[in-house]
Nanobody, 126 residues
Framework: QVQLVESGGGSVRPGDSLKLSCVASGLTVSSSTMAWFRQAPGKEREFVAALRIRNNPSYRNSLKGRFTITRDNAKNSVYLQMNALDPDATAVYYC????????????????????WGQGTQVTVST
């Protein structure tokens, strides 16, 4: 049984940083495409970042330079470092896992991912 468990969310002020974690069981993150999505209140879930097996990350254009996705194979975990947060980052953040064969053009498509975590809330406000 595959499980993805996110943690690290919280309430922060604009300009702060947060690091989200996703611990996987039942699959090997080094053999999967791992991704982060987010869903803000009243909005559809959207792509944040993805990391394919060859460690080539992809990001939502507006988040490049502020968000970093990484993987620790020894801990079977994926992380999302988020810097210079602004209120637009307020959302529930979800970890997702998909096939190692996902191509670049499909990384932002939810239906391409087979497994999802329950999400962790990030709130950015003054």
């Amino acid at each position: 049984q595959v499980q993805l468990v996110e943690s690290g969310g919280g309430s922060v002020r604009p300009g702060d940083s947060l690091k989200l974690s996703c611990v996987a069981s039942g699959l090997t993150v080094s053999s999967s495409t791992m991704a982060w999505f987010r869903q803000a209140p009243g909005k559809e879930r959207e792509f944040v970042a993805a990391l394919r097996i060859r460690n080539n990350p992809s990001y939502r254009n507006s988040l490049k330079g502020r968000f970093t996705i990484t993987r620790d194979n020894a801990k079977n975990s994926v992380y999302l470092q988020m810097n210079a947060l602004d209120p637009d980052a307020t959302a529930v953040y979800y970890c997702a896992a998909g096939s190692s064969r996902l191509i670049l053009s499909s990384l932002g498509t939810e239906s391409q991912y087979d497994y999802w975590g329950q999400g962790t809330q990030v709130t950015v406000s003054t």
